[in-house]
């Protein structure tokens, strides 16, 4: 007959492998959350009482402005944001609107009643505006047609006399999303615009969200503006560069603007972004740098491989344009500037002289050859006078700032979105474009040669 044994430890401590185990497990976990908490944060507020508001709207259940959201991949955060009290940055950004600091000096506007909206500029006629030293000279900057808009959303617009939030969508291709993080004072001194067309609207209109019989739409922070798309571009990526790149003439009396596309979430307060990322640093505009790519040739590629752009022959004559006249890679040597490829989704503006300047440049370059902004970003930048004083941040704190969502997979009816303008084949690059005066190579080799690291650029 067995002997009862009596221990005063329980059997689970008598192993100690199993002990050494669960001491480990417990302080990685323990490392691991400690880690995530005090480094993913890419910004920092000085106050954390600052005031927020509450949800600013409720959307119904069928409109699904959260699904499919972008997953993102860094978790550290080597160049923080820091925010200062909610309060100063309000009073600041005051005292800019009532002082009108920041007007370093008014571009004139080239005028006209043409048929084309932007006035269809030859090459050396858009490259005869980048050296503005006369400000008496007119720059071609749009509205050569007329704007199809109503007068009481023009009218609102031209009330705005301080910061201004641009998005927009066309094609029904995203969702509209409220920020996040507003201070209490916020909607007194920013204005929030969403243009959109007329199948946006109606899918709006299926959910609920207006109705088409009204004269005026607010969804949330969101004043909705109607553009009639007929009457200006068939590509309605291209109706979206107008508010994109000419949001001072859209909005002219506005001191600061924050571009976001309608696929992001703004997660927080836009006085706080502008005064870190544009006020402190004495910048005209902020902007993210690329994940990926460096060299503007990097995006040009990318953008035929993955068929962003089909027609490959006019992605070619533009790179080779813009070899021709001067297009260099990067390198150390462009400093202050640390990339030549952005991330334009978020796009933060001073308007004044040097931003408004380059916004109307790089809008006659989109007009001229496609909207993939990304592939004049550098050229402009790099030739134009006075220079733009730029910041671009780091992709970290892009994340941070902003939630990024897919594009509308189904449109309000539950079709599958139409992608204008994506079908037909891929109309490849012409063999001559690789020859000058019959010789090889392309204007463009000099450029390859350097950003491949096969020659010095001196």
Known sequence: MGRLIRTSKPLIFHSKLLCFSLFYLFTTLFLALYTSLSQSKCFFRSSPSDPVQNSLFSYPSSYGEHKYAVSTTRSTCSSPVFFSDYSDVVKEIKNCRNNNVGYSGALRYMQGNLDSFGGNLNTLSRFSYFDHQNDSTEVPCGFLKKFPISDSDRIAMEKCDSVVVVSAIFNDHDKIRQPKGLGSNTLQEVCFFMFVDDVTLKGLEHHGLVSINSREYKIGVWRIVKVAKENLYQNPAMNGVIPKYLVHRLFPHSHFSIWIDAKLQLMVDPLLLIHSLVISKNVDMAISKHPYYVHTMEEAMATARWKKLLDVNALKEQMETYCENGLQPW?????????????????????????????????????????????????VRDHMKPNLKLNMFEVEVFEQV???????????????????????????????LLYVNGSCCSKCQKYLSIMWGESSND
């Open 331 to 379: 390198s150390p040597n462009k400093q202050p500037y640390v990339s030549d490829v952005p991330d334009s989704a978020l796009i933060l503006r001073r308007h004044g002289l040097g931003s408004n300047l380059f916004s109307c440049l790089i809008f006659n370059e989109l007009q001229a050859f496609n909207p993939r902004d990304q592939l004049p970003f550098a050229f």
């Open 402 to 432: 902003a939630v990024e969502y897919r594009h509308n997979l189904k449109s309000s009816d539950g079709t599958t979105v139409k992608k204008v303008f994506s079908s037909g084949r891929t109309k490849r690059a012409h063999p001559d």
